[in-house]
């Protein structure tokens, strides 16, 4: 019987700087892929109106909660099936269904931004802001080479006080303003750069997926805070 030859894996950072490029440009590919397919599903999924209807009855109270609650569960299997396994096939689906989790949880503040600004302007103009800080801070790493593992820590406490807010705010009515928001971009920086460094000093030559799942989740936490920035303006 033929042996079927496996691929060698090896860690990113002990690669020849070509086979680096290479695995950088298979990460940030399925990263533009994973936009433009959270784009295309977003606008197949607002076609529906009693798809939103029922997401914008989802978000007051304890019923986004429930939403949230299942956003996190679909996010973690998506993340573990996506790190556990070698069969690409697995962790393309896994991708795919974390993208439709985004999409799918989007839907209420996608609709509200275009209803706010008449049209695509304010989503258009929190999409060039969040790619400039994206592209920014994915420089940052790859300038300085620095590890930035060191914000774990800081980003799980910050996560964890964020989602105690965001519960308290939901059960209790109370809206969590400006400043919440402008933190929470803070927090989906400081996420960025750990997943970037991550991309540079702790994945194999054959996770560019589960890298890109990553990169994507910190890429749309912030699109989603920037968007409700400008959704706070006067």
Same mark, same amino acid.
Do not use: P
């Given at each position: 019987m033929e042996n079927i030859q496996q691929p060698q894996i090896v860690p990113v950072a002990a690669l020849s700087d070509e086979a680096k490029v290479a695995f950088y440009k298979k990460t940030y590919s399925h990263v533009a892929g994973g936009v433009l397919a959270f784009f295309i599903a977003e606008y197949l999924l607002l076609q529906s109106n009693a798809l939103v209807d029922f997401m914008l009855s989802m978000t007051q109270?304890?019923?986004?909660?429930?939403?949230?609650?299942?956003?996190?569960?679909?996010?973690?299997?998506?993340?573990?099936?996506? /790190? #556990?396994?070698?069969?690409?096939?697995?962790?393309?689906? %896994?991708? =795919? *269904?974390? @993208?439709l989790a985004q999409a799918i949880i989007f839907i209420p503040l996608i609709y509200i931004a275009i209803m706010y600004s008449g049209g695509m302007d304010l989503l258009n103009q929190a999409a060039i802001v969040t790619l400039s800080l994206f592209g920014g801070l994915t420089a940052v790493v790859f300038?300085?080479?620095?590890?930035?593992?060191? /914000? #774990?820590?800081?980003?799980?406490?910050?996560?964890?006080? %964020?989602? =105690? *807010?965001? @519960?308290?705010?939901?059960?209790?009515?109370?809206?969590?303003?400006?400043?919440?928001?402008?933190?929470?971009?803070?927090?989906?920086?400081?996420?960025?750069l750990y997943q970037t460094s991550n991309l540079v000093h702790k994945y194999t030559n054959e996770q560019y997926i589960p890298a890109a799942m990553g990169l994507f989740a910190s890429l749309m936490l912030l699109f989603w805070y920037v968007i409700q920035i400008f959704l706070s303006r006067d």
């Open positions: 109270g304890w019923r986004w909660l429930i939403m949230l609650g299942g956003f996190m569960f679909m996010t973690n299997y998506a993340e573990s099936t996506a /790190l #556990k396994t070698s069969d690409k096939n697995k962790q393309y689906m %896994a991708y =795919g *269904l974390y @993208i300038v300085t080479n620095k590890d930035f593992s060191f /914000l #774990k820590s800081a980003l799980t406490v910050g996560f964890f006080i %964020a989602m =105690g *807010l965001i @519960i308290a705010g939901a059960l209790f009515g109370f809206d969590m303003g400006l400043w919440f928001s402008v933190g929470m971009c803070v927090l989906a920086a400081g996420s960025i």
